[in-house]
C-alpha cells in the first residue's frame, strides 16, 4: 500500500469515526428533546389539573442542553478532514 493511499484511508477512518459519534449524540440530543423537554409539556397540558411551573422549567432546561449537544455536534463536524 502506498503512502497516499493510506493516508487517504486514514483521513477516511478519522471522517466516518467523527460522523458516527456526531450521529449518536445528535440522536441524545433529540432524545433529550423529546422525552426530557415535549411529552412532559404535553402530558401537563393534556391533564386535569395541570402544575406547569416546574414542568416549564424542565421543559426549558431539556431544551437548552438538546440545543447545546445539537450545537456541540455541529461544531464536532467542522474536524472532518477533506
Not at 3 to 32: H, Q
Request: aromatic letters at 10%.
Amino acid at each position: 500500500m502506498s503512502d497516499g493511499d493510506e493516508d487517504a484511508r486514514d483521513k477516511l477512518v478519522a471522517n466516518e469515526r467523527i460522523k458516527f459519534s456526531a450521529t449518536y449524540a445528535n440522536g441524545l440530543a433529540v432524545a433529550i428533546f423529546a422525552v426530557g423537554g415535549f411529552a412532559p409539556f404535553i402530558s401537563t397540558a393534556l391533564s386535569d389539573r395541570p402544575h406547569f411551573e416546574p414542568v416549564l422549567f424542565a421543559t426549558v432546561v431539556c431544551w437548552i442542553m438538546s440545543g447545546a449537544k445539537h450545537w456541540g455536534v455541529r461544531h464536532a463536524l467542522r474536524d472532518l478532514r477533506p
